[in-house]
């Protein structure tokens, strides 16, 4: 499993939607839009756990359906999970519904091992 | 080519069978041990399960196939191993067998299912996580509290659990509330901590401890062991019973065997007839022996003889057809004191035993409210709190017994608990404040005792607190009474209480003194009697002008005059002249005053209301075996008619 | 392109340790593993190393002329590449402190010497 080194600037999907870069602000559209789903990338470990963060803080206030994309996913840890739990339970406060349009097995495995599966919406 | 088939006429096939699957499932889960759960148990509610489904598909209660097959996942898992049994799990299946049944009682029936509490059960069984063993089984239990920086050494949770699941029978429950919301977590902060239970079997705790050996200073670690670490070793198939539980097991197994289901129409009717033919063959036997000095008649009481013993054995088998295992209503007994005790705060223990004694279906039927409502009462009023018990030097755990055999032509249920028993001077006290005792009023023990029977003595609201009927002691006394049986307690404060019911093995046929009035043949049943008296003036009273009582042992009885009841002309009038016999029903007695007793015999009892009308006082006919109708005596009904004149009476 | 991707795929470990028979049987047991193995033979020589080619996991000896591999580990936790690498220290059975004061400097874990190789590899497998 290689570790590779990624600088936080370059891990933006091109199809994100440019979003009110303030997390606080309510979102500007309250019924459910056609997002683009948020994919993850294949490694998500520690070291990219900030780009992580980064990646999924603008999602944060809106409402309606929220799509993940974890079928790239091939390296995952704690760091990474916990990154993804507080997203979902960020973004569940603020009325969004989490669902996921794909699963690695890598994911599925990694979040039931750590028990936070449920809690992110992936069934057992 | 479409063939249309109408299927509705197996409908009732279906529903019956399905009922007795969930009976079995039921059963089969209030067995289920989580600790050793047994592989055949768990196959054949499977398999019940799976015929329900199939039977529901087949005949298009899709909703009810729908929802078995989520059963039938679970339990699929259960036995191969993937899902660890849980009292959580098994107590979701019961509940789920409820359901099944709601659903299936409401198609039956024709009414509308209410979707939304499946919809809702569904959900539980959908999202019930996934235990890796068997709860109660022995498992270390591993508390994991990391420290915020333990990821900057390197190390990594999923890593160490990786390990620990690689010896399987891992499950993991994580604690999230630490975890701050995205914007203000550090990603590299680790704010969550775990409980795992691992499957003992060969791990020790140093072996645990070393998986975790890089991170000890970086956490808080605390390993326990849950559960009986119990030996490997082969369970037979003979394995020893506990108490009533391998009878209740044999009963459930008797759906191997072959049998058959018949319209109980066609049974009845069989039985009627057979009652036809015993009575036509009394009669020849009567005509057969008055004719007994011709030589000629030796042939015809030959043969007269032996039809009556054919017809006695027919009879007999007639009878045993209607009857069932009395396991039937006792069936629901475990369930009943398992879900009562768990809502007291209670801990209870139901042996059961003589479960196969069989007892006439009816009686079977009406019989199963009292003794539900009475096994009630002991895990709700008898059997203390686990601290009351303990401190009152008794086992925490209370124990309720339940027992049925058979005694000559009666069947005798006795239902014993080890609880506080009845406390005579809170029931005295209770009566005087219903106004059942008068103030001054001393009563033996045993009335005492007799006094929850009385009607008036539980008030509705405390009755009902979980069957949400009122439905009182006196209730449960009357429905036994009305089978012709009766009901007796012994109780002693802080040891415990004994419920002892006696009841016909039969409706059909009765033990029955013969009494005269007139010209008339009365029938007497013989459970109802006390003893047969004759009658001295001395002890004879009149009180009020109008009751007339008789002395008998310690009391005073009230004194029937049947000729009146029934309008009888007879020569006998004067109490010395004629009989009295005294008789009782619950704990009421009367003393029937008849003309002559003549001797006893076993009847078949004929409906009244089938054949003429109901007539108050009367529970039945028979013809006797010189062809003439004789009436049979419903005693607690003429008791009762009599306290309800006297009520009047007093009103008036 | 094929033996680029394989390159790439090919786990890296460093090996510091001034005993050359340790580093030759040590060296050895990883590369049958399968693993890409570099060596040095003390702490500065290390870190130049690692600096030099980003390494996925790092074992370390702790006496050591020039730098003890306390100093190493501190090192090269300061370096972005290796904040969160697997690094094993190399100890000695009787030595609890020095695991401890391993962990300490941000070493990950530890191997006690004398191991056999499967150890070894299977603690390896374990890191990464």
Not at chain 1, 74 to 103: M, N
Not at chain 2, 445 to 461: D, H, K, R, Y
Not at chain 2, 588 to 617: H, P, T, W
Not at chain 3, 35 to 53: I, K, N, P
Request: with cysteine.
């Amino acid at each position: 499993m290689a570790r590779k080194k990624k600088s936080p600037r370059t891990t933006r999907p091109v199809e994100e939607r440019d979003v009110s870069a303030d997390p606080r602000e309510p979102a500007r559209n309250s019924t459910v839009q056609n997002h683009a789903p948020i994919t993850l990338e294949p490694v998500i470990t520690i070291s990219e756990a900030a780009a992580l963060k980064d990646q999924l803080l603008p999602h944060i206030g809106r409402s309606g359906e929220i799509i993940i994309d974890g079928s790239r996913v091939e390296s995952v840890d704690t760091a990474a999970l916990q990154v993804l739990l507080a997203f979902v339970r960020s973004a569940r406060a603020q009325g969004a519904i989490i669902r996921w349009s794909g699963i690695s097995s890598a994911l599925q495995n990694a979040a039931q091992l750590l028990g936070i599966a449920r809690l992110i919406s992936l069934q057992t | 080519m479409a063939v249309d088939l109408d299927l509705s006429q197996f409908h009732g096939l279906f529903f019956e069978e399905s009922a007795e699957g969930l009976t079995a499932m039921e059963s089969g889960l209030l067995n289920l041990r989580t600790d050793a759960p047994d592989l055949e148990i768990i196959n054949m509610v499977f398999r019940a399960a799976h015929s329900i489904k199939g039977g529901a598909g087949t005949f298009g209660f899709n909703e009810v196939a729908h929802f078995t097959h989520i059963l039938e996942t679970l339990l699929d898992e259960m036995r191969d191993r993937k899902r660890g049994v849980t009292q959580e799990l098994i107590d979701l299946l019961l509940e789920s067998v409820d359901g099944l049944r709601y659903m299936l009682d409401s198609s039956k029936n024709g009414r509308a299912t209410d979707m939304q509490r499946m919809r809702a059960l569904e959900q539980r069984l959908t999202t019930l996580p996934r235990e890796a063993h068997n709860e109660g089984e022995a498992r270390w239990q591993i508390k994991f509290t990391p420290r915020r920086h333990l990821l900057k050494t390197g190390n990594d949770p999923y890593r160490i659990f990786r390990e620990l699941q690689s010896t399987g029978g891992l499950t993991v429950k994580v604690n999230a509330q630490r975890l701050p919301n995205l914007a203000e977590l550090d990603p590299e902060e680790i704010h969550l901590d775990w409980e795992l239970y691992k499957k003992a079997g060969e791990t020790t705790e140093a072996s645990i401890r070393e998986l975790f050996a890089w991170v000890e200073g970086d956490c808080d670690l605390q390993v326990a062991l849950l559960g009986e670490r119990r030996h490997m070793v082969e369970r037979r198939k003979g394995r020893e019973p506990e108490g009533g539980e391998a009878e209740a097991e044999t009963a459930g197994k008797g759906h191997e065997q072959a049998s058959i289901r018949i319209n109980i129409e066609k049974i009845d009717g069989l039985i009627n007839l057979v009652g036809e033919l015993v009575i036509t063959q009394s009669i020849l036997n009567r005509i057969a022996s008055d004719h007994a000095v011709d030589s000629r008649a030796e042939k015809l009481k030959w043969v007269v003889g032996l039809l009556e013993r054919n017809t006695s054995e027919l009879q007999d088998h007639a009878m045993r057809i209607r009857m069932l295992p009395i396991d039937f209503t006792f069936n629901r007994l475990p369930r009943l004191v398992r879900d009562l005790s768990r809502s007291l705060g209670k801990q209870v223990e139901l042996k059961i035993s003589g479960n196969s004694t069989e007892v006439d279906k009816t009686v079977l039927e009406k019989i199963s409210d009292p003794l539900v409502h009475l096994i009630r009462n002991a895990v709700d009023h008898g059997i203390e709190k686990p601290e009351d018990r303990l401190a009152a030097d008794k086992p925490a755990q209370g124990l309720i017994e339940i027992s049925a055999h058979q005694e000559g032509g009666n069947i005798i249920i006795k239902i014993s608990d080890d609880g506080a028993g009845l406390n005579p001077e809170r029931i005295l006290a209770k009566a005087r404040e219903r106004g059942l005792v008068a103030e001054h009023e001393e009563l033996t023990p045993m009335e005492v005792q007799n006094l929850i029977f009385q009607p008036g003595f539980s008030t509705a609201s405390e009755v009902s607190d979980i069957s949400g009927r009122g439905v009182g002691m006196d209730v449960v006394r009357r429905n036994i009474t009305d089978l012709g049986g009766h009901i007796e307690l012994m109780s002693v404060p802080g040891k415990g209480s004994i419920f002892n019911i006696k009841l016909p093995l039969t409706l059909a046929i009765l033990d029955g003194q013969l009494i005269r009035i007139g010209r008339e043949v009365f029938i007497v049943p013989l459970l109802n009697i006390v003893e047969s008296i004759q009658p001295r003036k001395a002890h004879a009273l009149e009180v009020t002008g109008q009751n007339e009582v008789y002395r008998f042992r310690d009391q005073y009885i009230p004194v029937i005059r049947l000729y009146q009841c029934f309008t009888i002309p007879t020569e006998i009038r004067e109490l010395p002249q004629g009989l009295l016999v005294v008789v009782e029903a619950g704990e009421q007695r009367a003393a029937l005053f008849v003309d002559e007793v003549l001797g006893q015999q076993q009847v078949v009892i004929k409906s009244l209301e089938a054949n003429y009308q109901q007539v108050a006082g009367l529970s039945g006919a028979t013809i006797l075996g010189d062809g003439t109708v004789a009436m049979i005596i419903d005693v607690p009904g003429l008791i009762h008619m009599l306290r309800a004149k006297k009520a009047v009476r007093a009103v008036v | 392109m094929e033996s680029e991707a394989a390159d790439k795929k090919k786990i890296k470990i460093l090996l510091v340790d001034d005993s050359a028979s340790m580093r030759e049987m040590v060296s050895f047991t990883l590369k049958s593993g399968g693993y890409e193995v570099s060596q040095a033979t003390d702490g500065l020589e290390a870190l130049a190393l690692a600096r030099a080619h980003q390494v996925n996991l790092v074992i370390t000896d702790i006496n050591m002329p020039n730098m003890d591999g306390f100093t190493l580990i501190r090192e090269l936790r300061k370096l972005p590449g290796y904040k969160f690498t697997p690094i094993l220290t190399l100890t000695t059975e009787d030595s609890a402190d020095k695991k401890q004061q391993g962990q300490q400097a941000g070493a990950t874990g530890w191997i006690v010497k004398p191991f056999d190789p499967e150890h070894l590899l299977q603690t390896v497998k374990r890191v990464l």
